[in-house]
């Protein structure tokens, strides 16, 4: 396929900072990238000419991309369509690239439909009886707090309250805490289109051990079935031949991965957004039933997942923009959820805002199939931190922010009583 030249000799809109277009998600970017994003909505899409992708930001444009069917989430068609893009895994990529291939987050109809129907079927049962252990570890974990004089929100909150949850949903109850904490971090740096190859390798190898972790347990549940995701999945492989042998433990490790760091980020970068808006804080504090609010409103106003990418399967035009068949698209969620054409006084927090049609668990037939048991989550932890810590306050100076920018969130969050 032919590639036009960026600019605008190409007809493309291209914005330039200091001789570029703004990069959202370079490390300049990492504390605050709501700046750029301002900037990349004052126009429609535009064309990166150092990654050769476009840029969707403003909501209206995000939403079409994300519902319209010409747009593709199959890395499998992608690799068809420019074979040269994607060369065969090196040896010491191959557990990851294995596991990236059978996510059916990364497939389109009919095989993301069947899979995703799947795991919805496995996750159902279990949503009351999850509720009921959140609440109570949440209320576990604020005590032990209480008995400390503080808490780091995200290493003695977040952490164990995501950790403890998916394990228990998914079944993996012998896998190793230090593995899959350091595992979802690096399939986080993965995403990260700057992420070194160090970093791949270490997602790759840490990859293959919670596999064989994994797969043990599987094993188990062969002999003795479990009503826990794990186990329904292998009765849906075994009785229904519903997913395949080789789908079944990556299906497993989507839910394990995107639950887990999801919901971190999403507690953490909300209690860094209420701590620093003391107004609002104290204004949950006052009304807990403004929880379900909060929450929507925290998820929009710094959302844990900012990009999607979708590739064109044919040309396509995109509020004013054409879109190449081939051509790849980001989808900037965080951008999105601070449009001003969408939302009134889009960067201010405000839990009482009644307009909550975000996208920070994207939209269409790839919508996060976790997103319910995210906001019974951040519900339950946003609730109980209300309640029985109203005075928590920021440990000034001392919160940080990882050097992760697609998936966004914190490594500390140290907060007093």
Known sequence: M?????????????????GKTPDPFSAQALDNPYAVYARLLEQP?????????WLFSRHADCLEVLANPRFSRNIASARKRRPQDYPPPPEALAALSAMHNQWFLLMDPPDHTRLRAVTKRALGPRMKEL????????????????????????????MPLARSTLRQLVGADDLDEGLYQ?????????????????VREAA?????????????????????????????????????QALSEEELLPTCMLLLFGGYDTSVNLIGNGMLALMEHRAQWEALCAEPSRTKGAVEEVLRFDTPLQLVSR?????????????????WAWVLLGAANRDPRRFE????????????QHLAFGHGIHQCVGAALGRIEAQSAF??????????????????????AVFRGLTTLPCQL
């Open 2 to 18: 032919e590639t036009q030249p960026p600019g605008e000799a190409s007809g493309r809109p291209v914005i330039r900072a200091l």
């Open 45 to 53: 899409a535009c064309w990166s000419a150092e990654s050769q992708l």
């Open 131 to 158: 509720a009921i252990h959140i609440q109570a570890l949440a209320e576990s974990l604020v005590f032990q707090a209480r008995q400390r004089g503080g808490m780091d929100v995200i290493s003695e909150f977040a």
């Open 182 to 198: 350091h595992w979802a971090l690096c399939l986080a740096r993965c995403a990260d289109a700057s992420a070194p190859l160090g």
């Open 204 to 240: 790759s190898a840490a990859t293959r051990e919670v596999h064989q972790a994994l797969q043990a347990a599987v094993t188990r549940r062969r002999q003795s079935r479990r009503t826990d995701v794990l186990g329904l999945l292998v009765a849906a492989q075994e009785d229904e």
């Open 311 to 327: 590739m064109a399967q044919e040309d396509v035009d995109v509020g004013g923009t054409h879109v190449r068949a081939g051509e």
């Open 345 to 356: 006084n889009p960067d201010a927090l405000d839990i009482q805002r009644t307009d909550l």
């Open 383 to 404: 609730g109980t931190l209300a309640r029985e810590l109203p005075q928590l306050r920021l440990v000034p100076g001392a919160w940080k922010r990882r050097d992760t």
